[in-house]
């Protein structure tokens, strides 16, 4: 009889201790919700961060790279261990114990942007039916207009600024003002840009109290004020006053322009380690007048509290401020855009897969 009772202990306690184990077993779920957004917002976080540092190279006139993450895999492990001892001498010598191990095994995949995937990202111009999509997804029209065109009908948009050596015509400030008049019918729900069949076109409505921006439009773009809709034409279509032709700018032009906008250590601008934007006449300017303000990067040689996003590069920090609303919506807008244009990018270079040790 003893030897009876001692097998149900036995069973009851082997009972117990696989309970116990297979209970790890749901450890899954449990690791989605700690690991899930840990992994979003890393990914998040790393991708603002080297944007804003290619940005930052471009004011140096250094190389921008972009190092893409192509996959990121995990493994669940699970490892459990059961032992268990009983004295056949001894009626009360019985123990049994469980113990599980459970680890996390990520393996990323790193892809650099090269060859054909960074022309079509980076020098291709941003097409205009993109444009269209991130207008009518609410973006304003002075933000995005001011970063990705270079020119709408003949109205140049500091065309030297986008490129690596900045040189700001006067004109800017036409451009400026069209777009403030764009800005004004976009709030009030009098300026539409999509698709009549398969033509992209732009409408201006006719609200009497915007009259003096509809009329600067119509002057200045040199449009017929009774069409009011007007088609969106390439740079090769021939003249018309029915229709506005609209230049849009690359991602690296786009990126050049807003180099502009980091304001570098005096002791770097002194040694010339970083262009300063100027006007034809060789005078310099003030940067935030030429894109009104939508964009500033700081520099500080601590480490900068309160910041949206930082980068530590030649030994200073650069940082967007979290107060500074202007700068993190054009920043926002510029992470859609890369996005956008490598949505549709197969890029077939090097992979570097990396295992990640966890424990």
């Known amino acids: 009889m003893a030897f009876v009772r001692h097998r149900w202990v036995v069973l009851f306690w082997l009972g117990a201790a696989w309970l116990v184990a297979s209970g790890c077993a749901v450890a899954g779920p449990a690791s989605i919700r700690e690991g899930r957004l840990e992994y979003n917002e890393a990914v998040q976080v790393t991708s603002d961060q080297e ?18 993450i192509a996959n990121i895999a995990t493994q669940l492990n699970l490892e459990g261990r059961l032992n268990s001892s009983w004295n056949i001498l001894s009626e009360d010598r019985f123990s049994v114990g469980a113990n599980g191990i459970y680890y996390e095994r ?20 941003v097409a205009n039916d993109k444009l269209m ?10 933000t995005l207009f ?67 921006q509809i009329d600067y439009l119509y002057k200045t773009l040199n449009l017929r004020p009774d069409a009011q809709s007007y088609e969106i034409a390439q740079a090769t279509n021939p003249f018309s006053r029915t229709s506005i032709t609209i230049i849009p700018r690359s991602l690296m032009s786009t990126l050049f322009f807003l180099a502009q906008g980091v304001e570098a250590p005096s002791g770097d601008v002194e040694a010339e380690r970083v262009f300063t934007a100027q006007f034809a006449n060789g005078k310099e300017i003030d940067w935030q007048q030429v894109t009104g303000g939508i964009f500033r990067v700081r520099s500080s040689f601590l480490p900068p509290p309160n910041t949206y996003v930082k980068v530590h590069y030649r030994g200073t920090w650069f940082f967007i401020d979290d107060s500074d609303l202007s700068s993190k919506t054009t920043f926002a807008l510029v992470s859609q855009l890369f996005a956008m244009q490598s949505g549709s990018v197969r890029n077939a270079g090097p992979l570097l897969t990396l295992p990640v040790g966890g424990g």
């Open 146 to 212: 001011g970063l990705t065109v270079q020119s709408i009908s003949g109205i140049q948009n500091a065309p030297g600024a986008s490129g690596p050596t900045p040189e700001v015509d006067l004109e800017f400030r036409r451009f400026r003002d069209v777009l403030q008049a764009f800005r004004d019918l976009q709030r009030a729900g009098q300026l539409t840009i999509g698709r009549k069949g398969k033509q992209a076109e732009l409408r201006i409505g006719s609200d009497p109290g915007l009259q003096e």
């Open 51 to 68: 944007l804003l540092l290619n940005i930052v190279r471009l004011r140096y006139r250094d190389t921008p790279t972009i190092l893409q």
């Open 133 to 142: 999509l991130l207008y009518n997804a609410g973006w304003p029209v002075d």
């Open 106 to 125: 990520p393996t990323i995949s790193y892809r650099p942007v090269t060859g054909q995937a960074f022309i079509q990202q980076m020098l291709e111009p």
